[in-house]
């Protein structure tokens, strides 16, 4: 049983709270928020756990093993850092830190700490990202070749962090979850957008030049009254399409029916009046909460003393994409190479 | 009546010829290709009509009033050049030509011999998008605030145009026709890819950016098992959706329910669980080929004397976007301004 | 504040136990199954609930004003029986009771006794037929037409209910929910089979005659690996389909475009090439756990002193269309008359 | 080459004509109408075609060898006896005949004549139903235990035949011609209804037994502003679902994922929260116009002297169940054995 505190008790902390209350493995001790009766309401809940608006009274609880950070971005750092030296292992909610600079000082620090930092990237605990991620690193695809999401929330205009910062996260821990080890994001261009003025980007395309040639590519936007969340994957022998909208058929995975030799075979004029090649296969997946996954995945890897699925250097890697993209967006979307990010010794 | 030459016999010029044909404001006159057999084998389903592969038959036909060309884009200036010297009106199958030099001589050249130069932009004759062009430029959907487009065709790899130049303009000539008059494309980034090393790229993203702030994507992309053809169109009062390969529900029409002015009243959280904000419409849409509307404009457009509604000037905006697409493409992804490639005072 | 025990702790028991616990409206006092085990684990979850395995210690308890009742349908009228007469209401898990002589002997003892009888029709509490009554009821679909629902359930094979009494009651009771004060079913004709030799009719087809001359039509299934929860409500101006799968859209309002009237101009050729005639409107719903409005109701009309949405008269229609389709299928299929099954004025 | 004339130029004839002359297996060389400008309108499309209003004329000449008849329902008998006396092959829209007797009398024609007689059973030509009938008769389904369809038409009161008689015959070819050769029809019960009193049925409910235990059953519509064309066929291993109007996804193909053995020990709840059990795939399936293949069958089986895929006798299961229906109806929906409708011997 792994003893975890959560900090924060915004959105996102209370479904850390109940996950961590419900598992088998974890048990929740602490819940953690500057307003003190805020946390009290998710406290109220978890019979078990005390309440505080004190980080320091859980850093002295010597029975604490774990933090699970739900705090402001801007935040993050300072807390982790915290919780790091007083030899809690750590969760923290996606993105890891507010820099590229910030974030490695944290995955540095948990490495000379021997302590597990992991990134909470919830999409990579789906059902459907797992499968995604199978398909994709075992060849069933083949060589990747595309990758491209289009990621509408009903999104609100946010005062603190614009539309790369809240969405990309999400793609971008995707692609780094799934992406075949051999390959890696070479560099990032980027365009935004603020048709209303707002102050902050409401609209934003990612552009991702990978290591073997392939593009990945997101589209992230607020300005919806419907969510959109379609992804792509393209490989020379299957292409996947996630809609995660659509719980009965989330994932299909297009055969192509052909060898990519003979594609030139199929006359051009054929494959403009049909609408596939070959079968399509809409594998079942399970339903379930990936919070739950995340929180079995901390207390496992912490257990078992092992680097945790979505470790600090995934969180990291995604860092280092969004920093590429500011850049790009300042320089009016020239591509900007990820080594120029952080040197790649480093990584 | 208006009779017609078709010019080019291969896959969209028997397509022509049999709706120049089959309407009551055209005669289809002649049908051209340099390959004598195949326009033949055209012609033999349209009783009325003469064949050759000597432009110069047609030329000289003082009863020919226009002439569609459906040839190779590298042959389309050469072509249309002598037909509209020969006193004839020119339809042109999109792109209007291989540069913005050739496209700009033909408009001049078309003025200055008063006559009809228009563009086969086909897809702005569906029901559907000249719905969206109602909706848009009504002003129904608010202000625009960005265009995304994902055209994934069954592709072949073609020899001689890469994947911009065969799927762009379809994107292009339906915003073109689609945005407000008085929003223009401002500047334009592009990144392609080869994944497959076939010498030209097969996967393409280009991001313009447009006069009133708003953003507009298309994602291009030959390599793919199946079809995709999802447009999204987003207002500050209504969003768009156009799916292409759903026939029986290809519009839909999502209302924001809310004003923009209230859009922070909605709790954040509420959001997140919602699948959307407002009411959805899809409004009935006559099904029809809309090369008949093509066809059917040309010879209008001649017998009033006026203007078609994609004139050769459309065609050349098509043609200056894919040119600064080329351009940020040699420039790793770097904008590029509209009015570097073309100066405005000669639009 | 309505104090409710919950009997029965097997499947849907806790699911009631819950929204009677979180609602502000009720409170949770006793869980009650002969299995104590199974109580108790349901009543670990909520510390305020006492657990039993004995009925009368809930009779016995002046402080509880009512029974939510979810046990095996073989019991539900003994043990509401003796709830009513205990002096509490009863809220009633559908169906109401095995037969229409149970069902009606409840509903006059609670009549009688003074106290809310409600059955639990769940799907009455959603809010998408919630929408689909207003629409009827309002005349805002004309005249209703038809009424065919397919319920294809990820079914079990059960060994106490045959598939009619599994899965009619869910169409029945929305049946009944929707249809306008004036028209009320008139005859049942009903077939089912057990193609694979289970004892019990796992493939259902129930047909029922309405007053005004429509015709309403359920497919009810057991034996599918997939789920289909699809109905439709015809009327002579829309007709709504309904597809509770499908999240993002579960209702689709499709407007005829044209007056009834003028229903003979439409060319039939142009009719049968078309996928519709006029636009579709896909209403925005909340989301919402409908239990919790059942529970809230129960609780409401209580407080209130009337008669609940869902009463047990409503829960006696549904058995006597189940007891009519009983005998039709005993009859190969004959329309039984509703009036044959239980005398007009005792209704 | 078999050359063929069609006697009707009305909305079906026309078609007819088209792929007759289109098809290098025929060559149409008659069009027949009672009312000639009808018949020379459709004419002037074919050159190579005579025109007529006289039956006799086609009858005399020697150098016909079939005849495509696409009148009303009440002519066909009389036209097809006519042709058939005179030697000539029949082809003939469906229903085949307006009775079981004009049916059975022009089977037996045919047969003691040695002439083809076919019936243009349209869908059975389709790609996805013969997939359907490969995926049924090969076993890969199972054992088949029921079949739903639901089609509802944009439909046009008619004057001559009801619902039934009108749409029936679609899915009656269809589940004659997808049945594996053992299991039949046995009895049938409908219901039809008639809520805006026209005068004849415009829904209609159909169910079938089959001898196998299983359950078919068809609900049939006119009264729609929107088109529905799914058909759902269950076997013990796998279900089918076809939707006709979702033309890049018209057949989905449902896995159990478990042996029908096992089928108890997945939990109730679990199955009652999940979508599906199993895999989907969606095969692909080649476009192309199904009477295109209905006229090549006509002209092969003509000319390797061999039965019609589907035969006057596959015509005539037609009638007997439309008979059985009919019946059915005129006694309350009370189950109608088919060999009541014709001596069993005779088929």
Chains 1, 2, 3, 4 share one sequence.
């Not at 999401?149 to 996260?169: E, H, K, M, T, Y």
Request: net charge negative.
């Amino acid at each position: 049983m792994v003893t975890v505190a959560v900090v924060g008790a915004g959105y996102w902390g209370p479904n850390l709270a109940r996950n961590i209350a419900l598992s088998d493995m974890t048990q929740l001790t602490w819940i953690c928020d500057l307003d003190l009766d805020r946390a009290a309401r998710v406290g109220r809940h978890f019979g078990e756990a005390k309440v505080t608006n004190d980080l320091s009274e859980i850093l002295d609880d010597r029975s604490v093993d774990g933090v699970a950070i739900a705090t402001p971005v801007a935040t993050h750092a300072a807390i982790a850092q915290a919780c790091l030296k007083a030899g809690k292992h750590v969760l923290i909610e996606k993105p890891l830190a507010a820099s590229v600079e910030e974030g490695a000082a944290l995955v540095e620090l948990a490495e000379s700490q021997g302590l597990n930092l992991m990134t909470d990237h919830t999409f990579c605990y789906t059902a459907v990202v797992g499968r995604i991620r199978d398909l994709v690193r075992s060849g069933d695809i083949g060589d990747l070749l595309y990758y491209d999401s289009v990621r509408v929330n009903l999104g609100l205009v946010q005062s603190d962090i614009d539309v790369f910062w809240d969405l990309a996260p999400h793609d971008l821990s995707i692609l780094d979850f799934v992406l075949p080890e051999t390959v890696r994001p070479v560099s990032v261009s980027a365009r935004g957008a603020d048709p209303l003025g707002v102050g902050l980007d409401c609209i934003g395309h990612l552009t991702i030049a990978l290591s073997n040639g392939a593009l990945a590519h997101a589209h992230l936007n607020w300005l919806s009254p419907t969510k959109i969340r379609t992804t792509i994957v393209g490989g020379s022998k299957r292409m996947l399409m996630w809609d995660d909208l659509r719980p009965a058929q989330r994932l299909s995975v297009f055969d192509a029916g052909v060898e990519i030799d003979d594609f030139d075979a199929i006359s051009r004029h054929e494959a403009l009046v049909s609408y596939r090649i070959g079968d399509m296969v809409a594998p079942s997946l399970p339903e379930g909460e990936a919070l739950k996954n995340v929180v079995e995945e901390f207390a496992e890897s912490i257990a078992e003393r092992r680097i945790p699925l979505t470790d600090g250097a995934a969180g990291l890697r995604v860092l280092e994409v969004l920093a590429a993209a500011d850049r790009s967006r300042a320089s009016d979307g020239q591509a900007i190479a990820l080594d120029q990010i952080y040197p790649a010794e480093a990584r």
